[in-house]
């Protein structure tokens, strides 16, 4: 694999293709050390999916903004602390090297380098002509689940967890919080930090989003959705939506509600 990149004098953008393989678990040193000395030959270097895992162990992201599948965000993060993820990102451009989300996200990335060579209205065509987005409205955390860890059972964050996960729409303040898990609202917050790393307000309003979303995807109303999930406003609802996923609510009822045939 390394003599048949290296005989490769020059190419003009060089994709490197991700794939379950490559996550959590070493990676064919062999490939790593081939796509080492790559940019010296290329004008651009792209990751697909998790492609950038690749191009992280190869030191190629090192000091450089890239992303990932959501998935596999995290991880990329913690395994390469020099790198700075964008979790939330569809594709990134960091000078000559672009990594992007998931699978079709290589297909926005690869949009964007048309339309930086040859232009807009060639990218329009082709877009047209592959039936999808010019350019996607949002980033990938519209995808994703916002809250992915729980703390263990003995935690003193379970019972407040569970509370939050059980009924999004209550009052749940710092105080009241810390009162259910007998803490100060400092104890609280620095637990928070340390297992989940987030803010107690941070986690009840990421809870609150995914409620909202589970609403929207069963078709109930912006309205409706608001008050279920705890946001007590339309508009409000709308503003945490824009903020942390980058549509509006009924955008984002329109492109994931569940349909039904009969």
């Not at 490939?31 to 990751?47: G, K």
């Not at 492609?51 to 903004?65: H, K, M, P, Q, W």
């Not at 047209?128 to 003193?156: I, M, N, T």
Request: aromatic letters at 6%.
């Amino acid at each position: 694999m390394r003599d048949r990149i290296a005989s490769i004098e020059s190419a003009d953008t060089v994709p490197v293709a991700g794939g379950d393989g490559l996550v959590g678990r070493p990676i064919d040193p062999a490939l790593v050390n081939a796509l080492a000395d790559v940019p010296s030959r290329t004008r651009r270097l792209a990751s697909i999916c998790t492609g950038s895992f690749i191009l992280a162990s190869a030191g190629l992201l090192s000091g450089r903004r890239a992303t990932t599948h959501w998935r596999h965000a995290r991880l990329l993060a913690r395994a390469f602390p020099d790198v700075s993820v964008q979790p939330d990102a569809v594709f990134v451009r960091d000078g000559q090297v672009l990594t992007s989300a998931g699978v079709s996200a290589g297909i926005d990335l690869a949009l964007a380098l048309v339309e930086e060579d040859y232009g807009a209205e060639l990218v329009r065509d082709v877009a047209s002509s592959l039936v999808v987005y010019f350019k996607r409205a949002g980033g990938q955390s519209q995808f994703s689940v916002l809250v992915e860890a729980d703390p263990p059972p003995q935690s003193a964050l379970r019972a407040v967890t569970d509370a939050i996960a059980a009924d999004p729409a209550a009052n749940h303040s710092v105080k009241r919080l810390a009162a259910q898990a007998s803490l100060s609202t400092r104890q609280l917050t620095r637990l928070f930090q340390s297992k989940l790393g987030t803010t107690p307000a941070r986690y009840v309003e990421m809870v609150r989003i995914d409620a909202a979303r589970a609403a929207l995807d069963a078709g109930r109303s912006v309205t409706d959705t608001a008050h279920l999930a705890g946001f007590g406003s339309a508009e409000t609802l709308r503003r945490v939506f824009v903020n942390n996923l980058g549509v509006s609510p009924k955008a984002y009822r329109d492109r994931f509600r569940t349909t039904s045939r009969t």
